[in-house]
C-alpha cells in the first residue's frame, strides 16, 4: 500500500506559475500510475493529468498546454508544472496512484485510482 503526502500548493497571482509536488512512500512507486486531480468547492472532482509507468502523459483539456507533469522514480516523487494560472485553476489538489500497464490516457477517472493523498490547496487571484 501506497502513502500519498502533495505539497506545494499557495496563493498565486493569476498568470504566475507554481509547482506541485507528491511524495509516496510504502510501495513500488514506479509500478504505479500517477495522477493529479483537483476539486472546487461545490463541484465533483476532476482529472487534471497522468503520467504512465512508462511516462506517457495526458491532460485534461482545460490544462492542456499550461500544465506538465513528470515523475522522479528515483525519489518516488510526481510533480505537476502550472504556467499561465487562471482562477478557474483554483481548487484543493490531490496525487493519486493506480495499478496498471495502459498509457496515461486511459486513467482518467477518480474511480481507477486506488490511494490518494490528502490534497493541497491552490488559490488563483485575479
Known amino acids: 500500500q501506497v502513502q500519498l503526502v502533495e505539497s506545494g500548493g499557495r496563493l498565486v497571482q493569476g498568470g504566475n506559475s507554481l509547482t506541485l509536488s507528491c511524495a509516496a512512500s510504502?510501495?513500488?512507486?514506479?509500478?504505479?500510475?500517477m495522477g493529479w486531480f483537483r476539486q472546487a468547492p461545490g463541484e465533483e472532482r476532476e482529472f487534471v493529468a497522468s503520467v504512465s509507468r512508462s511516462g506517457t502523459t495526458a491532460f485534461a483539456d482545460s490544462v492542456k498546454g499550461r500544465f506538465t507533469i513528470s515523475r522522479d522514480n528515483a525519489k518516488n516523487t510526481v510533480s505537476l508544472q502550472m504556467n499561465s494560472l487562471k482562477p478557474e485553476d483554483t481548487a484543493l489538489y490531490y496525487c493519486?496512484?493506480?495499478?496498471?500497464?495502459?498509457?496515461?490516457?486511459?486513467?482518467?477517472?477518480?474511480?481507477?485510482?486506488?490511494?490518494w493523498g490528502q490534497g493541497t490547496q491552490v488559490t488563483v487571484s485575479s
Open positions: 493519486a496512484a493506480a495499478s496498471g500497464v495502459f498509457f496515461a490516457s486511459y486513467y482518467t477517472r477518480a474511480h481507477q485510482y486506488a490511494y
Open positions: 510504502g510501495g513500488r512507486f514506479s509500478s504505479y500510475v
